[in-house]
C-alpha cells in the first residue's frame, strides 16, 4: 500500500475486525475460523453458504454479525411451497387500482437463506441476479439493492428427502462455503452454561454500512505481487480435467474444475485474509489459507472419489 491514508485505515480495519470478533464471541463460543471467514465474505463483498448439521446456531451465528454490523437484517425460511415473488415482492393493486410493488424480504442489507437447498430450483434461482448485479427484476421493472447486500445462507447435509441440489450456476456465486462442525468439549461446556440460565447477551454495534463499505474498497486496493496472482491461477487450473497443469489426482478423481471467479476469490480472499493479519499485502500462504472454502463447493468430484472415499477437501489439500 502507497498511500498513507491507505496505511492507516488498514490498521484500523485490523483493530475493528478483532473488536468484531470479540463481539461476536459474546454470544457465540467457539467456531472463531467461522466467524472469521462470514465476516471476511462481507468485506470481500461476497455471499457465504454456511454448511452444518442442525443445532450448531447457523441462524444465530448470522443474526449476531448482523447485530454488530447495525445493517438491516431479513431472515427467509425456505421451503418447498416458497415461490419467487416471497422473495422478490409483488405488484399489488391498490385502491385506486393503480399498479403498486410490494417489496420482498430481498430489500435488505443482510438476507439469511436458511435452508436454502429446501425450495425447488424455481425459486432458488430468483436469488441469482440479486447474488450477481445487486439488483433485482420484476414485472419488468429493474430495482437496485442497497449496499452493502450480502447473502448468508444455511445448508443441512443430512437431510436429504425433501430437499433440492443447488445449481452450480448458483454455487459458484457464493463465495466462501464454510463448513460447520460439532464444538469442542470446552466449547461444549461453556455453551451448555452461558445458554441455560435467564442471562441474555447484549451484541453492541461495531460498523455501521459506510463503514463496511469503505472496507469493501479497501480489500480491492491492496497490491498483490505477481508471483501470488499466478499461483492462484495455478491452483485453479490444476482443477481442470483438459488443462495441461491437471496433476493426476485431478484426472482420477475430479468430474469438473473450478471457473475463473475461483482465481478472482482466492485472491480477494487472500487480501483480506493479510488485512485480517495486519499485513499489507498477501502472500501464498494467505491464497492456501482460503482454498479450501473457496474450492470446495466449485469443484465436483467424480465417482471413483465417492467409490473411494476422497472428499473434496482432501483432493485440495492434495492440489495444495
Not at 457465504?48 to 447457523?58: D, T
Not at 411451497?81 to 422478490?88: A, F, R
Not at 487472500?270 to 499485513?279: I, M, P, Q, T
Request: aromatic residues 8%; hydrophobic residues 40%.
Amino acid at each position: 500500500m502507497s498511500k498513507n491514508s491507505d496505511v492507516a485505515l488498514a490498521d484500523q480495519f485490523h483493530k475493528d475486525f478483532q473488536a468484531l470478533t470479540n463481539e461476536i464471541s459474546k454470544v457465540i463460543i467457539g467456531q472463531e475460523k467461522v466467524v472469521e471467514l462470514l465476516l471476511s465474505s462481507i468485506f470481500c463483498s461476497g455471499h457465504s453458504l454456511l454448511v452444518g448439521v442442525p443445532g450448531l446456531a447457523k441462524t444465530l451465528l448470522i443474526q449476531t454479525i448482523s447485530s454488530a454490523l447495525d445493517l438491516s437484517f431479513k431472515r427467509i425460511q425456505f421451503t418447498p411451497d416458497l415461490m419467487p415473488s416471497d422473495i422478490l415482492g409483488a405488484e399489488t393493486i391498490d385502491k385506486d387500482r393503480n399498479f403498486k410493488f410490494i417489496q420482498g424480504p430481498i430489500f435488505a442489507n443482510i438476507i439469511l437463506a436458511d435452508e436454502i437447498n429446501r425450495t425447488p430450483p424455481k425459486t432458488q434461482a430468483a436469488l441469482l441476479e440479486a447474488m450477481q448485479e445487486k439488483s433485482v427484476t420484476v414485472a419488468g421493472q429493474h430495482f437496485k439493492l442497497d449496499a452493502p447486500f450480502f447473502v448468508l445462507a444455511t445448508q443441512n447435509p443430512i437431510e436429504q428427502e425433501g430437499t433440492y441440489p443447488l445449481p452450480e450456476a448458483q454455487l459458484d456465486r457464493f463465495f466462501y462455503n464454510i463448513q460447520l462442525d460439532y464444538p469442542s468439549f470446552a466449547s461444549e461446556v461453556s455453551i451448555v452454561k452461558s445458554t441455560t440460565t435467564d442471562e441474555v447477551k447484549q451484541v453492541q454495534h461495531v460498523l455501521n454500512g459506510e463503514q463496511v463499505i469503505a472496507y469493501q474498497h479497501l480489500v480491492r486496493k491492496v497490491p498483490v505481487a505477481d508471483n501470488v496472482v499466478e499461483y492462484a491461477v495455478d491452483l485453479v487450473h490444476k482443477t481442470r480435467i483438459e488443462s495441461g497443469r491437471a496433476p493426476e489426482i485431478t484426472k482420477n478423481y475430479i468430474e469438473w474444475g473450478a471457473g475463473p471467479r475461483a482465481s478472482q476469490s482466492l485472491i480477494i480472499g487472500a487480501k483480506c485474509h493479510a488485512l485480517v493479519r495486519g499485513k499489507y499485502s498477501p502472500d501464498i500462504e494467505d491464497v492456501q489459507a482460503v482454498a479450501k472454502p473457496i474450492l470446495r463447493h466449485r469443484v465436483i468430484k467424480n465417482f471413483k472419489a465417492e467409490a473411494e472415499g476422497y472428499t473434496i477437501d482432501k483432493i485440495i489439500d492434495e492440489l495444495l
